[in-house]
């Protein structure tokens, strides 16, 4: 049989300043027609630069250095542009990790899914329209003979990234170069669209490569699994075999990831006021009401995880408690003082008390200011500090996330790898010295072993300093690592609440039950039996039959 994709001897370069240094050490890489590698590895393993390399692409400031990359017969390292471009979109289609970084925000979702099959000549755009609309209910996106004529700023960003899987496979490529497809997706939809994938990429007999950071997720997709660790490649065999019997130490360590847990605290003392309490909070986007009477408290020290699926009303709860979106009835209190419902008309104590740290370092970290600056902003604008104290004081919280202000202070967000973002997003809510910070998916984006680096940071920041989290999340496994309460929602309801211990023991209410048994297993045939059991064994028709 002749490999789809044939790549030997890779090796890819970075520069930083004037110096180049090796990112990919002459790893090989071999893919079929209709087969799909799983690349995992931590943060900087190099995992999405080979993925970008097999489409015969690398970013600014990168350069292959040596290998080969063939393409079906094609060498792609040597090719015209024209004959790129007449493969890129139409034969090899990427998913990229951040939908919202990826879409153009001045033209809606519809328009950019057609754009590659019209150039492409596979179909009309009137055909392509039908085409789109017929991969979102594959998809599970709601509403979707209307979802596509948003732009992207009005869906979430879990749906967004399944508009973009969409648009990958919009003309029926041979490979697909999937980057982390399910990242920003809660536990139950994350079941669905995997299972759409692979029910796809099994129909069309497309080939996949297949980069995660999650060991359970890539169990369920690949029939290969090869490890990477800082461009050398560790090694590599058939999914089974990986899971059950890894060679290498470094493989066997990331099988043993997620130890991280954190004791139980005792219970709150009778009469405590809470530091944040949200009371019938009602909340609409326009006349579409989105949050309904959700009522909970979160006190000093405490972690309070707020759960549920993507749409659920998570997000929209920390919009009302910072007072982003002013609900149509109900109060936010601040240690039991109720806060105006809307920002602007908070004094600015009121604001620095709450904080909050977003889902994707990538968006939420200006491109253009270095490190100093950013962090440097708010220390001024709270504490009025400048010059030399207003060093001192970024050099001081640079020092609490575990980064050497020498190193650190005059780079850029793009010389940093997607933890050490996420640690100056930390430390830009610091600088303001609240009491209270919103982790919004703080740890969805990071690779399992940088993931527990940044809960531990956070655990020990919040036992210094007395800090109280509302942790929004999708990942059960983090709830458990490092959460003392838990708030369960649903179609913008609180269906259930209380301390961890008392979540995760049965009874559950029917949909945390749910919740818990969609977190996947590092069992290859898991997925395959979980939906066998929900009668769901093929989800793209079940997808369309329930729309």
């Excluded at 990168?62 to 080969?68: C, D, K, M």
């Excluded at 940093?416 to 919004?440: M, N, T, V, Y």
């Amino acid at each position: 049989m002749t490999a789809l994709v044939e790549i030997k001897g890779l090796m890819i370069e970075g520069r930083s300043d004037e110096t180049w240094s090796p990112i990919i050490k002459g790893v090989n890489l071999t893919l079929n027609k209709g087969e799909v590698l799983g690349l995992i590895g931590e943060s900087g393993a190099g995992k999405s630069t080979l993925g970008l390399a097999a489409m015969g692409f690398c970013r600014d400031g990168v350069r292959i250095s040596g290998g080969s990359v063939m393409f079906d017969g094609i060498d792609l390292l040597n090719a015209s542009a024209a004959v790129k471009r007449s493969l890129l979109g139409k034969r090899i289609a990427y998913v990229a990790q951040s939908a919202a970084a990826s879409f153009n925000p001045a033209h809606k979702i519809i328009d950019q899914h057609t754009e590659a099959p019209v150039q492409h000549g596979v179909m009309s755009r009137a055909d392509s329209i039908k085409d789109g609309i017929e991969l979102y209910r594959r998809l599970r996106l709601p509403n979707p003979d209307e979802i596509g004529f948003r732009y992207p700023h009005q869906v979430s960003g879990g749906q967004l990234q399944r508009a973009m899987t969409a648009m990958a496979m919009s003309c029926r490529p041979d490979l697909i170069i999937f980057d982390e497809p399910t990242t920003a997706l809660d536990v139950t939809t994350q079941i669905e669209v995997l299972a759409a994938i692979r029910d796809i990429v099994a129909q069309f007999d497309t080939a996949a490569i297949y980069i995660t950071h999650d060991l359970a997720v890539v169990a369920q997709m690949a029939d290969r699994i090869k490890v990477l660790l800082k461009g050398d490649e560790v090694e590599e065999a058939d999914t089974r075999t990986m899971l059950s019997a890894p060679k290498q130490d470094y493989t066997k360590s990331l099988w043993a990831v997620r130890s991280f847990e954190r004791p139980t605290k005792p219970a709150v003392p009778a009469g405590a006021v809470p530091v944040v309490s949200v009371r019938g909070v009602t909340a609409a986007y326009g006349k579409a009401v989105v949050l309904h009477d959700v009522s909970f408290d979160i006190h000093a020290g405490r972690t309070v995880a707020v759960v549920g699926e993507s749409g659920s009303g998570k997000s929209t709860t920390a919009r009302c408690i910072t007072g982003l979106l002013p609900p149509k009835s109900g109060t936010i209190a601040f240690d039991g003082v109720t806060l105006p419902a809307d920002y602007r008309k908070r004094t600015k104590d009121q604001l620095r008390q709450a904080q909050m740290i977003y889902q994707m370092a990538d968006t939420a970290l200006n491109p253009r200011l270095r490190i100093g600056d950013i962090i440097g902003r708010p220390v001024q604008f709270y504490s009025g500090l400048t010059g030399a104290k207003r060093r001192e004081r970024v050099d001081e919280l640079l020092d609490q996330i575990e980064l050497d202000p020498r190193q650190y202070f005059n780079r850029l967000p793009s010389e940093l790898s997607g933890g050490q973002k996420q640690r100056i997003g930390i430390a830009r809510a610091l600088a303001a010295e609240p009491k209270f910070i919103i982790c919004d998916e703080v740890t969805s984006a990071l690779d399992q072993l940088v993931a527990e680096g940044i809960l531990r940071l956070l655990a020990r920041l919040q036992d210094t300093l007395n800090l109280s989290y509302m942790f929004i999340t999708h990942d059960l496994a983090t709830v458990k690592a490092i959460a003392d309460e838990v708030v369960v929602m649903k179609d913008g309801h609180v269906v259930e609440q209380g301390p961890k211990a008392e979540m995760f023991s049965p009874p559950h209410h029917p949909y945390t039950d749910l919740l818990l048994s969609s977190v996947p297993e590092m069992d290859p045939d898991w997925l395959t039996n979980l939906l066998s059991e929900r009668g769901l064994d093929n989800i793209g028709d079940a997808a369309v039959d329930k729309m």
